[in-house]
């Protein structure tokens, strides 16, 4: 049974930082693409970061270039979504994704992978 498990989100100021994490099981984490989305009340959901399967690169939306980091630790079955610079423009809740049948797409939209978690919110505000 293929689960996704997210972490790390909570209140911070703006420009603080925040590390989530999604934590895979019941499939090869490595051998996967891993996508986190988002979405905020009343707005679209918006793919921000993938990392294509085994060590095909990463790709983010413009929107997090720079300030976003996407990584794995395959030991762990976890993948991280660092956060640098944070805007309260980047409240929303933060889903992870996988899916078996494709990798990343360049445009990052994710948000229609196969597999979801239950999310993590984060809030950014002073």
């Known amino acids: 049974q293929v689960q996704l498990v997210e972490s790390g989100g909570g209140l911070v100021q703006p420009g603080g930082s925040l590390k989530l994490s999604c934590t895979g099981s019941?499939?090869?984490?490595?051998?996967?693409?891993i996508g986190w989305f988002r979405q905020a009340p009343g707005k679209q959901r918006e793919g921000v970061a993938c990392?294509?399967?085994?060590?095909?690169?990463?790709y983010y939306s413009d929107s997090v270039k720079g300030r976003f980091t996407i990584s794995r630790d395959n030991d762990k079955s976890t993948v991280y979504l660092q956060m640098n610079s944070l805007k309260p423009e980047d409240t929303a809740d933060y889903f992870c994704t996988t899916d078996f049948a494709r990798d990343c797409p360049r445009s990052v939209n994710v948000y229609d992978f196969d597999y979801w978690g239950q999310g993590t919110p984060v809030t950014v505000s002073s």
């Open positions: 019941g499939f090869m984490v490595e051998h996967a693409p």
């Open positions: 990392m294509r399967a085994r060590y095909g690169g990463s």
